[in-house]
């Protein structure tokens, strides 16, 4: 049989579109997802402070330093020497050898006293001074001592020596200075001087000579 060729053509059309479909479909082509864009942070704006009131520039040998200072009064103590107090018409000499016995009867008061540098007049009173040495480590000095009891004493003078006694009242001679601090940190020196302080305590003194003496001098041997 006889078949036209546009028939043909027709058919094989047909055949090969079936085939042709069968096979996987493909699939939609992935859209690409955006990436985000980062959007600008504002970085927090910091509220203003006060500043400081700067302080005093106080110049020191070793350049500019920023310093303050409260202005107060403070003291030094630069030398300390024990001394004594003696009372009037306490001196008694016994001898030679023997035993001697001494006694304290009467009342007597022994006052503190200044001795400064200074010509100009000044503020401080031995009150004042005497009370700064008590806080720098001598608290038992004293502005004013009084000896009120009797205090009696008995010693064994050496044989062929002359025994001597004295009552007194201890204490120092403190070599002292006083200063200011200025408000910019600076001392300033108001006042130096020697204080002579009694302490509180008293009693007799004893040493032994050859030869009966007062202030230097040989007194009379019999």
Known sequence: MLVAAGTLSAALVAILSPSASAGPAPGPTPT???????SPTE??????TESPTPATRVRWGFGDVDATCESRVFFKIHRLSPRNF??????FIDGPGGTMTVS???????LAFLETESEKQISLTT???????RRLGIPHLEERHM????????????????????YRVFGYRVGWSAWSVLGTCRHRLI?????NVPAKVEGWRYWETKH??????ILSLK
């Open 32 to 38: 690409p997802t955006p990436t985000p864009t980062p």
């Open 43 to 48: 970085s927090p704006t910091e509220s203003p």
């Open 86 to 91: 003696y009372i009037p018409r306490t001196r």
């Open 104 to 110: 304290v009867t009467r009342e007597h008061e022994v």
């Open 127 to 133: 009150g004042d001074v005497v009370r700064n040495l």
């Open 147 to 166: 000896v009120f009891a009797g205090h009696e004493y008995t010693r064994e003078v050496s044989k062929g020596m002359y025994g001597n006694m004295r």
């Open 191 to 195: 006042d130096r001087g020697i204080a």
């Open 212 to 217: 009966p003496k007062y202030h230097g001098r």
